[in-house]
Structure formats: structure tokens, C-alpha cells
């Protein structure tokens, strides 16, 4: 008669054996993944945080497998426009398949730069770590407040634009384009006074060029659209219509608030007229606030430094609509 120890220790044998031969049909049951080709596109904006940024990964003709999610291997807390963004892009198996890829020329990227790949959770997962384009190369389109005016006298003029190195120009007149190709400029502002050639209406289209790589292109933005009459086109061809318009911004220290422009260049001991309102800067060129004697008139420049006129000042003196004390 069998023993109860020798009846057990069998059917733990037979359980083992049964175990070890369902390993081998289970893994014949998979299919292998032996390629993958994805394509990567990513918008990595310089002076942003990271984790800001915009990835989205395609995997191109293929249902074995999908895309998870991807991790910023680059250190820090913002981007630069040194860095060189490294990403680790993370695949998943679909049900009944594994990653059997053993070289790294299985894997195909467009996009991106391939480093190294690793499989892992029993080969359902595989993690492709690699490199995007320096972002010395990154070039941003214009938003909306970062329009292109087209000026009275003959100027286009737009705020610069990151990683721009230079802008493409193309000028229509009457709906056509002047000439076939785009004309370039280092400059956030292009003189159209060679192709106002007669009276019409005009208008430009910019583009931003990346300074490291001249294929990388922002999109086309269009400018307002401005008729010129022929006593117009005459001035702007002659020079005679007036200069570019210059555009800056407010910087202060610990002295009070300046208005650089674009030229380095700020106004002392004078009026000048910013974003439709008239400020005054003294000898040294701060901003002003107060009254203000000038020419034997009185003004009043309110806390923000803008001039007030047509109202009422807090100490109760009525100004007249060029900023002046009404006289009864």
C-alpha cells in the first residue's frame, strides 16, 4: 500500500512537470515584436519650465504595440538653449505580443536620434532613450500679441522672435506677390519703399529662419493690409515719409522706471508718446510723475507716469484735452 507522503510528494512532482511544460506553450503562444518605427514630435520652447513641453510620438504601421508615456532625463527645473532635450520614450506590447528586437537598428525613429533601447517587464515594455535637436535650433512661430504692422510710411515692423536668426518677407500688392522669392532681413522690421512702386494696397507676410539651421522655419503670419495714395508712394520712395518706428520696453532700478528702445537708446529731459500715451523723463532719464512745469504750461502725470488730460486731477484741478489747467 502507497504511502500519503509518497501520494503527495507525486502529484507535487506532476504539478512541477506540468508547470515546466506550460512555459514553453505559453511563451510559443506570443508573437514576437521583432521592429518598431515611430515618429517623434516634440515643441521644446527655450526659458520654459520643464514638463512644459509638448511631446506626442506616432507609431507608424503597426497594431502589436503602442506608445505609453515618455521622462525628461535632462537635469534642472528649466530648459535652456544649450540643451540637447533626452527623452525616454516608453512602448507597450500589445496583448499576446513581446519585443524580441536584438539590435539597434530594429528600431526606426523620425524625429529623433535613437541612444539605447532596453526591454523590459518580461520584454512587454520597451524603453527607447533619445535624443531631439539641440534647442539652439528651435525657432518660434508668432502668437498672437507678436503681430506683423504694416506702417503708413512704408515700414514692417514685428517684436523679435526666439531662435529667429533672420525672417523671410514676401510683399503683395493688390492681392499678388512682388516677385517670386521671399526677401530676407536680419532685422525685426523690413522697408518695402523698393516695391511700392505705385499707388495700391499692401501688405506683407513674415516668417522667422532659425539661426543654426536655416530649414527650420516659424509659419507665415500676414500684416494688415494699407493703401498708399501716389503722393505716399512718391515720399516712400524718396525717403521722405518719415522713419521706422521705435519700439522698446520699460526697464526701472531702484532709482525709478526708464523706456530703453530697441536701440539701446532712451529719452531725457523730454516728452515721448508710448502705446498711445505721453510720459515725460527728466534729465536722467526716469520717468517723471506729478506735475510737471514745462513751456510755462502745468501737466499732470498720474503714479503709472501717463500724462492725464481731459479729467479731473486728485487735488481737484480740471485739464482740457491736450493735458492743460481749463482756464475760466
Known amino acids: 500500500m502507497m504511502s500519503k507522503k509518497k501520494i503527495i510528494g507525486m502529484f507535487t512532482i506532476a504539478a512541477l512537470m506540468a508547470g515546466l511544460m506550460a512555459m514553453p506553450v505559453m511563451a510559443a503562444s506570443k508573437k514576437k515584436i521583432k521592429s518598431v518605427n515611430i515618429k517623434v514630435e516634440a515643441t521644446i520652447t527655450p526659458d520654459t519650465r520643464m514638463g512644459s513641453e509638448d511631446v506626442d510620438v506616432e ?3 503597426s497594431s502589436k504595440y503602442y506608445y505609453d508615456t515618455y521622462e525628461v532625463n535632462n537635469t534642472g527645473r528649466g530648459w535652456s538653449a544649450d540643451d540637447v532635450p533626452e527623452l525616454a520614450i516608453y512602448l507597450r506590447a500589445e496583448d499576446g505580443y513581446y519585443f524580441t528586437l536584438t539590435k539597434l537598428s530594429d528600431v526606426k525613429i523620425d524625429g529623433a536620434t535613437l541612444v539605447k533601447a532596453s526591454k523590459q517587464d518580461s520584454s512587454e515594455t520597451l524603453k527607447l532613450v533619445v535624443k531631439l535637436p539641440s534647442l539652439s535650433e528651435y525657432v518660434a512661430d508668432f502668437n498672437e500679441e507678436e503681430t506683423v504692422e504694416l ?3 512704408g515700414f514692417a515692423v514685428w517684436s523679435p522672435i526666439a531662435g ?3 525672417y523671410e518677407v514676401m510683399v503683395y500688392r493688390d492681392g499678388n506677390a512682388v516677385g517670386v522669392t521671399a ?4 532685422e525685426p522690421n523690413y522697408n518695402i519703399k523698393n516695391e511700392v512702386t505705385r499707388a495700391a494696397s499692401y501688405q506683407v507676410k513674415v516668417r522667422p529662419v532659425n539661426g543654426e539651421n536655416t530649414s527650420n522655419k516659424g509659419k507665415w503670419v500676414e500684416s494688415n493690409v494699407v493703401s498708399y495714395s501716389a503722393d ?8 521722405e515719409a518719415g522713419g521706422l518706428p521705435v519700439s522698446g520696453e520699460w526697464k526701472s532700478d531702484t532709482t525709478g522706471w526708464w523706456y530703453q528702445h530697441s536701440d539701446g537708446t532712451y529719452t531725457k529731459n523730454a516728452w515721448e508718446e508710448i502705446d498711445g500715451k505721453w510720459y515725460i523723463f527728466d534729465e536722467n532719464g526716469y520717468m517723471r510723475t506729478g506735475w510737471v512745469d514745462w513751456n510755462g504750461e502745468a501737466y499732470y502725470c498720474d503714479n503709472s507716469g501717463a500724462m492725464l488730460k481731459n479729467t479731473t486731477t486728485p487735488d481737484g484741478y480740471i485739464l482740457d484735452y491736450d493735458g492743460r489747467i481749463k482756464r475760466n
Do not use: F, L
Open 59 to 61: 507609431v507608424k504601421d
Open 151 to 153: 506702417t503708413n510710411n
Open 164 to 166: 529667429a536668426g533672420s
Open 183 to 186: 526677401r530676407t532681413t536680419t
Open 232 to 239: 505716399q508712394v512718391k515720399a516712400i520712395r524718396a525717403g
